[in-house]
């Protein structure tokens, strides 16, 4: 029979499973059970909501056998199967995204982490056999198919025989190697101990035929093996034991193996709630992002059971956008399990669980954050984004929930800090909340503009993330100290003195500075200033539209056309002023020279980027070679 081929990226990742030394082999087990278990859970749900199927829960069941002398290993369920076009796409490929990044040459990090993005699934099995044989039967096809690979060769799909619905995976464990020791997985006592350390927690009987020794004759002493059918795993979800009985080893694996991370968890938050809606809930928040977070495919959402019956997979409406990055169980038993996808969303009792849960979360997040700081700080870096996008989404609706959780980079203390703490050390003569952007911390931190608040001593919080503006904006104040960017136009910093200083020189400068304005029609006014200290020019705006917010808006697709409104700026003091000065009265081509210079110069300064950088580099060299 002609062999087909794994789709190319499939085939890739995995010969990177069977070459790379994946550290932890034993995972595969966990994988099969665990799509075994999905695959239960698939077919009760189906017969809740199909009058067609009928399904008695006592008998699903999960089976384990294994013959030493033919190195089989065999997992077998009575779930929903697949039909032909299922084995083809699901074992065919490896699901979900195309887009993986694979490399010449990568390290053995890399190559962990390529396959831990993608779960490493029903491929791990190739990490411990020479050959897997799938023979399946689904709920809606009588007849049964099946599919087998040698690895990264391809796989044969043809008919096959079998009895029930459901599913048999027969693994042909590898030959024991000098580096590892295979049969292992063909050994009972090994086999019980993986399923009790990572599948315990199914909520289906795992059995396996088990051996007793039985003591025959008590005098001479003589033993009599003795085999029988056992259920493995205790069954009880873990979510519902108790949690003095569940140790942190126990809820990462969970963890790991019911959201397919290759990574422990950051942060387990488990919730067990009596009252008029009683429901226990088991949280956590991922260490990385999964690798398509911050994309359109990622959907949000807590898996849904009715007393240890999964409802849904991934209820949405159990989570807010802004905490969309938290996977975890929701377990009610004020749920009704023949409930409607659609009337569970208009059930009060899911969304009351919907709103403490929502509590739940921001009361931890909120606790690390005082207790806990270095892991809050991991968190934010890996989700803030998502909290800050949380603030201004939905015009602010959320901001006063998630202000005191966001952090912005301190100038002064040079790491991140809150909108509290800063608001809690401002000097006493200070009434704004100083803050400066751009694309990094170094480059802010060069602007013109930051150095006069930094020598009033005044704390200034540096946003690097393109969110982070429309958040401040959205947040506006914090116990009533408005935000300011330090390149707003008026900072409003000068003492009087200065100030009239300033005044006088733009009364006396009236027609020379409209002339500038008038050469360079895109900036709004163009004026003197003395904020400037050691600075020749500088770019500032006028209105709510700052220019690090016009960047975002120029990035996006379909250009609104929304831009800010810029001053010029130029320092009263500096030398640069006189000699304007003096140009305007003898020579208007050399004027207008300097004008368009001292205009790229600010733009460069702010990082936008200059229309006509031939005409401004000729102009340079031909003022600079005089
Ligand atoms: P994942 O479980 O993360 O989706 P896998 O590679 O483990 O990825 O499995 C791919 C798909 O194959 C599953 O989503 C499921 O649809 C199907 N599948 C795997 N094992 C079984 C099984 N025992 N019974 C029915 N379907 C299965």
């Not at 050994?187 to 990572?198: A, Q, S, V």
């Not at 997979?313 to 969309?324: M, N, Q, T, V």
Request: aromatic share 10%; hydrophobic share 30%.
């Amino acid at each position: 029979m002609a062999k087909k081929e794994f789709k190319s990226e499939s085939k890739r990742l995995l010969d990177l499973m069977i070459n790379s030394i994946y550290t932890n082999k034993d995972i595969f087990l966990r994988e099969l059970i665990s799509n075994s278990s999905d695959a239960l859970d698939k077919l009760y749900y189906r017969s809740l909501t199909d009058k067609k199927v009928k399904v008695d829960r006592e008998k699903l069941e999960i089976n384990i056998a294994f013959d030493k002398d033919k190195r089989l290993l065999t997992v077998t369920d009575n779930g929903c199967g697949m039909t032909k076009d299922e084995l083809e796409s699901n074992l065919g490929t490896i699901a979900k995204s195309g887009s993986l990044a694979f490399k010449e040459n990568m390290s053995s990090d890399e190559k962990t982490n390529i396959i831990g993005q993608f779960g490493v699934g029903f491929y791990a099995s190739f990490m411990v056999s020479d050959k897997v044989t799938v023979t399946s039967k689904s709920v809606d096809d009588d007849k049964a198919y099946v599919w087998e690979s040698e690895g990264v060769d391809g796989y044969t799909i043809k008919e096959g025989k079998k009895e029930d619905t459901g599913t048999e995976i027969v693994l042909h464990i590898k030959e024991d190697s000098d580096e590892f020791e295979y049969s292992k997985y063909l050994d009972e006592y090994e086999l019980k101990k993986l399923i009790k350390k990572y599948s315990d927690y199914i909520s289906f009987p795992i059995k396996m035929e088990v051996t007793h020794h039985e003591l025959k004759d008590e005098e001479k002493h003589e033993y009599e093996d003795h085999k029988e059918i056992e259920t493995i795993n205790s069954m009880i979800p873990i979510w519902k034991k108790s949690k003095d009985d569940v140790s942190e080893e126990d809820y990462d694996n969970f963890y790991m193996d019911k959201f397919s991370d290759y990574d422990k968890p950051l942060k387990v938050i488990s919730s067990s709630v009596e009252g008029m809606t009683s429901y226990k809930a088991l949280l956590f928040i991922p260490s990385h992002a999964p690798f398509d977070y911050y994309t359109q495919e990622y959907e949000k959402g807590l898996a849904l059971y009715s007393n240890g019956v999964l409802i849904m997979e991934k209820c949405a409406d159990l989570l807010p956008d802004f905490f969309s990055f938290v996977k975890g169980v929701v377990d009610s038993e004020d749920l009704s399990l023949n409930i409607s996808r659609e009337l569970l969303q208009e059930s009060q009792n899911l969304k009351l669980i919907a709103k403490n849960i929502e509590n739940k979360i921001k009361k931890e997040l909120e606790n690390m954050l005082r207790e806990d700081r270095d892991t809050y700080i991991s968190f934010f870096k890996t989700f803030g984004v998502q909290l800050k996008y949380g603030v201004y989404n939905n015009f602010g609706q959320d901001k006063d929930k998630l202000k005191d959780l966001v952090m912005f980079y301190s100038a002064k203390h040079e790491k991140l800090i809150t909108i509290s703490e800063y608001v809690s050390e401002m000097k006493e003569d200070q009434d704004s909340i100083y803050y400066a952007s751009g694309s990094s911390i170094e480059k802010i931190a060069s602007l013109p503009q930051v150095e006069q608040v930094r020598d009033k001593d005044y704390d200034i919080l540096y946003l690097t993330d393109y969110v982070d503006e429309f958040c401040i904006t959205a947040i506006q104040s914090y116990e009533d100290k408005k935000f300011k960017n330090v390149s707003d136009e008026n900072l409003d910093l000068e003492t009087e003195e200065e100030k009239k200083e300033t005044e006088k020189a733009n009364k006396e400068n009236k027609d020379l500075l409209t002339e500038m304005n008038d050469l360079l029609e895109e900036v709004t006014e163009v004026r003197f200033s003395n904020k400037l200290k050691s600075h020749p020019v500088c770019l500032t705006t006028k209105g709510d539209v700052s220019i690090e917010m016009q960047k975002v808006f120029d990035a996006m697709p379909n250009d609104m056309g929304i831009k800010a409104q810029t001053i010029l700026e130029i320092n009263e003091k500096h030398p640069i002023a006189k000699k304007i000065q003096t140009l305007y009265k003898k020579d208007k081509e050399e004027f207008k020279k300097y004008t368009k210079i001292l205009y790229s110069e600010a733009r460069m300064i702010a990082g936008l980027p200059i229309d006509n950088p031939t005409e401004i580099s000729q102009l340079i060299c031909e003022v600079i070679s005089k």
